[in-house]
C-alpha cells in the first residue's frame, strides 16, 4: 500500500464529554454596524445571520490568502462574537480594527469576559452544522460532526463553573482533524486561499455576497477551475506540525503540500489535514523532508467536495 492508497475507517472516539480549549479566544463585535461591517471584511454573509445559526468564516488579504480563520454568531442584534486562534487573535483585531473608519462598531479581545470549551456528545441521526442557541448565558454551536460524535463549541460566561467534565484535550483535538475542517494558525498565516481548506465544501465561503478583501481571487479560484490545491485528512507514521512540508517521491525539489494542523494521540497515533496538490495523490509517496518512503496515507473526508455553488 503505498502513502495515498485511500483507507477506508478511522478509529472512533470512545470518549464524550467536555474540556476547555486554552487555544482559542473570542473576539467580540459590538455596536449597530457590526453585522455590516464583519459582512464587508469575512467570507461569509452575516447580514443575513440570525440568532439561530453561526457562521464558519475566514479573513483573508487582498490576494485571497487567510489571515485568521474563526466562527462568528450573534448575541443579539448589536454584537457578534468570534472564536479564532488564540496565536492569531492579536494581529486580527489590530487589522479588522483598521477598517472600522465610520462604521458604528467596537471590536475588542473577549477572551476574559468567556470560557471556550469543545464538547463531544453521542451522535445524532442528522446533526446540523452552524446552528446556535442559548440557554442560561451559554451559548453552543454545532460543528461538523465526525462517525462517533457530535462535536459542539461552548461559550460560557467568564464568571460560571467550567463545562471541564472530562473529555481530554487530545481527543477534542483528534476530533478537529476527523471533522476534515482545518484552522489557520501563526505558522499557516497566509498559506492558504478558502477553497486549499475545502471551505466553500463546508458553508465557509458564500459566493452570492457583496465584495470583502480577496473576494475577486477567491472567486475566480472557483469559477475558472484553477485551483489545484484540496486539504486530505491524513495519517503518519511520524509527528508532524502546522505548516511543516510535505513532499511527494517522484517530486524531492519542491514540497507537494502543507500541514494545516496536526495532533499526536496517545491512543491513536499521529494525525493531520494536509493541503496538497491534487496531482499527488493520485500514486506515489508522501513525507516530510526529513523522512523518506512510506510516512503519510489519506483517508475519507466525513464531506463530499462540491463541484457546484
Request: aromatic share 8%; with cysteine; charged share 15%.
Amino acid at each position: 500500500m503505498n502513502s495515498t492508497e485511500t483507507v477506508k475507517s478511522i478509529p472512533l472516539l470512545q470518549a464524550l464529554g467536555a474540556c476547555v480549549l486554552p487555544h482559542l479566544g473570542v473576539i467580540a463585535a459590538k455596536g449597530p454596524d457590526a453585522a455590516l461591517f464583519l459582512h464587508n471584511q469575512l467570507t461569509q454573509d452575516f447580514l443575513l445571520l440570525d440568532g439561530q445559526h453561526a457562521r464558519l468564516t475566514a479573513f483573508c488579504n487582498a490576494k485571497g490568502r487567510m489571515q485568521a480563520s474563526m466562527v462568528g454568531f450573534k448575541t443579539s442584534d448589536e454584537e457578534v462574537l468570534l472564536v479564532l486562534r488564540n496565536d492569531l487573535l492579536a494581529q486580527t483585531l489590530k487589522r479588522l480594527s483598521m477598517f472600522v473608519l465610520r462604521a458604528k462598531v467596537t471590536l475588542s479581545d473577549a477572551s476574559k469576559d468567556w470560557n471556550v470549551h469543545g464538547r463531544l456528545a453521542a451522535p445524532e441521526a442528522t446533526q446540523t452544522p452552524w446552528q446556535s442557541s442559548h440557554v442560561d448565558g451559554t451559548w453552543t454551536v454545532s460543528l461538523y460532526p465526525i462517525p462517533s460524535a457530535a462535536r459542539y463549541l461552548v461559550l460560557a460566561p467568564a464568571g460560571m463553573l467550567s463545562l471541564d467534565d472530562g473529555l481530554s484535550l487530545d481527543d477534542w483535538l483528534l476530533s478537529e482533524i476527523f471533522s476534515g475542517i482545518g484552522d489557520v494558525q501563526a505558522a499557516t498565516f497566509e498559506a492558504f486561499v478558502p477553497q486549499m481548506l475545502n471551505y466553500e465544501s463546508v458553508d465557509g465561503v458564500n459566493f452570492k455576497k457583496g465584495c470583502y478583501p480577496g473576494q475577486e481571487v477567491v472567486a475566480r479560484s472557483q469559477f475558472r477551475g484553477i485551483l489545484k490545491r484540496r486539504t486530505y485528512l491524513v495519517s503518519s507514521s511520524l509527528p508532524l506540525h502546522s505548516g511543516q512540508e510535505i513532499f511527494h517521491s517522484t517530486e524531492t525539489s519542491q514540497p507537494s503540500g502543507q500541514v494545516v494542523q496536526a495532533v499526536s494521540h496517545p491512543v491513536h497515533g499521529h494525525w493531520a489535514l494536509v493541503c496538497l496538490q491534487t496531482s499527488s495523490i493520485d500514486d506515489g509517496e508522501l513525507h516530510p523532508a526529513e523522512a523518506t518512503g512510506r510516512v503519510l496515507t489519506t483517508h475519507p473526508l466525513p464531506y463530499p467536495l462540491r463541484d457546484d455553488i
